[in-house]
């Protein structure tokens, strides 16, 4: 009688705890996807897309137009000129409801004029200021303002953090390495978005005595915003004149707008990611989607 009322004794006890597999984690990334006369594609679901991370295949949970709010960094180089303000004030117009924006200028450093806000016309009176005023005809630090607009990102811990540079060209003066800062890009998911104005007037380099005495950092600053905007789903545009920069911006606008988020499902633990991969499985759609995490 003892041994089976130990037997039972024993077999009440709560059964030992077995070591549970890690839950998967799940990602978004945020993509734009058009037409081929470039007006977006609205209807997507997840079946649509093909997510890979280091060439390995993820499963897409979902995809639908982006609802969360952007965090938009606009950086205004114009050496003075006011060139963009009409471009601007439509942008941030358009953009007014959708999230915060904060706006900087370069005058060797960049210089923050407006702090994050969702403060539309705050933003517009800032920018309408940006009239004719001393330039900066030797260039500037426009490297360093994008580096720390996308490091305020990631510390802000910004959803779906967004970079709008806007210049005319001109010599480089920071010292940071490209891939410090597209490294810096990745890191804090942000969209870069660039439109240059291919104008020399606009900007009339000094003479340099040495060759190589910019050459370097004018290297770095091409390569950030030539491979910044294609690592990090955004683009970048280059107008021969000033008309061309009010439908540029314009452009931006209406592409965040359309933007998707797609979430997938990624392994607890691992080994870093460095490249991502999202294609579209339908003909006819251009897709932009960043290729670094």
């Given amino acids: 009688t ?16 077995q070591p549970s597999t890690p839950a998967a984690r799940t990602s978004t990334v945020f993509v734009t996807a058009l037409e081929e006369n470039g007006a977006p594609v609205v209807d997507l679901v997840a079946d649509d897309f093909t997510i890979k991370e280091d060439g390995k295949s993820r499963e897409v949970l979902k995809a639908e137009l982006a609802r969360a709010p952007v965090q938009v960094a606009i950086i205004v180089d114009d050496n003075g000129t006011g060139i963009f303000r009409a471009g601007l004030v439509s942008f941030v117009r358009l953009m007014q409801g959708r999230g915060e924006m904060t ?19 705050r933003l517009a009176t800032a920018i309408v200021a940006l009239m004719a005023r001393p330039g900066t005809p030797d260039g500037g630090q426009l490297l360093e303002g994008i580096f720390q607009a996308a490091k305020e990102q990631e510390k802000r811990d910004a959803e779906r953090p967004v970079i709008v540079v806007v210049t005319v060209g001109g010599e480089e003066h920071s010292t940071l390495p ?19 104005v291919a104008n020399s007037t606009l900007r009339v380099m000094r003479p340099i005595d040495k060759p190589s005495a910019l050459l370097e950092e004018n290297l770095h ?40 988020a797609v979430a997938y499902s990624r392994p607890a633990k691992g080994k870093a ?14 897709l932009r989607a960043p290729s670094k995490v």
């Fill in 221 to 260: 600053l091409s390569e950030v915003l030539g491979e910044g905007p294609k690592q990090t789903g955004g683009w970048r545009e280059v107008i021969v004149a000033a008309p061309g920069i009010t439908p540029g911006l314009q452009r931006i606008a209406a592409e965040l707008k359309a933007q998707y």
């Fill in 178 to 196: 490209a891939h410090h800062v597209l490294d810096q890009l990745a890191r804090s998911g942000s969209t870069l978005y660039v439109i240059t």
């Fill in 103 to 121: 706006l900087s200028t370069v005058v060797g450093q960049t210089q923050r004029l407006v702090e994050y806000t969702t403060d539309v016309d």
């Fill in 2 to 17: 003892a041994s089976v009322v130990g037997f039972l004794a024993l077999a009440n006890l709560p059964a030992s705890p």
């Fill in 273 to 286: 990611t460095e490249r991502l991969a999202v294609s579209i499985n339908r003909r006819g759609v251009l």
